[in-house]
């Protein structure tokens, strides 16, 4: 049978999440107690498409999960989402399970990740057409080598790509050459840049690797982007958080969906702040997935937190880079 074509292929990881519900974190040594407890389906790069897929995208999953019970659960919300899932099983393996604790006053959270070694996306099970057929492919750095291999056949068809990517490894050096749209999270700036301040490292950060554009999410102090000649910069909107589990996810989907409808770049990284932020309204990582209407109000109206920056700020910022490239350049 050929394959369709997808409008945003993700591969990478996929996560089954123990979420408890705490007073308070406790004290080291210490006690709590949980008011709540609940399973929910997550994963950064599975979130993203089953977002993706609600906003009425034709998106396509690659991953791997055990032959347990919980790769039963997502394959069947994959089915039930109508998302092209090609979820390898691996047997007598135990799919990835996440204890996501989340303080019930702030929605603040820490994860406790609980890995599999043998549920891992091997090379040999993936074909070339799952990401050349597809407008927009999109990775993790969970999984490097298919990661790699996804992103070059991608880049052979002229497929635009971009990544997730939240932790530090040495070998995600030889991936970001490879990714058109690189979304980091603010902890692995400096190790990639050289500076933790995002307005000298997302310039660094494209200059070594030739990314179309790079962009950062920065919490409750919205995201970041430079694409090699101005900075843009949306804060964060103000909402009642209940859970922030999933924040990044829902800001890559959106990320993905304004650069599939061809947005500026204002505009989609207010989107998917928006879209972030709606999440953090809800419980576990998929709990507040948004309808795009709910997302577009957000975006037009909703209150938003203290900026960061400034447009002067970000405008100096950008005069003293392309200075300094241009005098770098006759030298």
């Not at 791997?64 to 109508?82: C, M, S």
């Not at 047997?91 to 599999?116: F, M």
Request: proline content about 4%; glycine content about 8%.
């Amino acid at each position: 049978m050929p394959i369709q074509m997808a409008d945003f292929t993700g591969i990478g990881e996929n996560a089954t999440d123990i979420v408890l519900r705490l007073k308070r974190f406790p004290d080291r040594d210490g006690k709590t107690d949980t008011v709540s407890r609940e399973l929910q389906l997550g994963g950064q790069v599975a979130t993203a498409v089953i977002a993706a897929a609600k906003w009425g995208l034709r998106a396509r999953y690659v991953g791997a999960a055990g032959t347990d019970h919980n790769g039963d659960l997502h394959q069947r919300e994959f089915r039930a989402r109508g998302v092209e899932a090609h979820l390898i099983r691996v047997p007598r393996a135990e799919s990835r399970l996440s204890y996501i604790l989340v303080e019930n006053k702030t929605g603040s959270r820490a994860v406790l990740c609980h890995r599999d070694a043998r549920v891992r996306i091997r090379k040999a099970t993936l074909k070339k057409e799952w990401f050349q057929r597809s407008r927009l492919v999109h990775v993790d750095g969970e999984n490097l080598e298919a990661s790699r291999m996804a992103v070059t056949w991608a880049r052979e068809s002229g497929v635009p790509t971009m990544c997730d990517l939240d932790v530090f490894r040495e070998e995600l050096r030889s991936l970001l050459p490879l990714i058109d749209f690189p979304v980091l999270s603010l902890a692995i700036l400096e190790p990639l840049g050289g500076s933790n301040d995002p307005l000298v490292t997302l310039p660094n950060i494209r200059a070594r690797n030739g990314c179309k554009m790079v962009c950062t999410t920065l919490g409750e102090h919205g995201a970041l982007a430079w694409d090699g000649q101005r900075f843009w910069y949306a804060p964060a909107y103000r909402v009642p958080v209940a859970d922030t589990t999933g924040a990044g996810d829902l800001f890559h989907a959106g990320f993905a969906y304004g650069l599939l409808r061809s947005w500026d770049t204002q505009l989609m990284l207010e989107f998917s702040c928006a879209a972030a932020g709606l999440n953090c309204m809800a419980h576990g990582a998929r709990g507040g997935i948004g309808a795009l209407r709910a997302i577009e109000r957000l975006r037009r109206t909703g209150r938003r937190l203290p900026s960061r920056y400034t447009s002067v700020s970000l405008r100096q910022a950008a005069q003293t880079i392309l200075r300094d490239a241009s005098r770098s350049a006759k030298d």
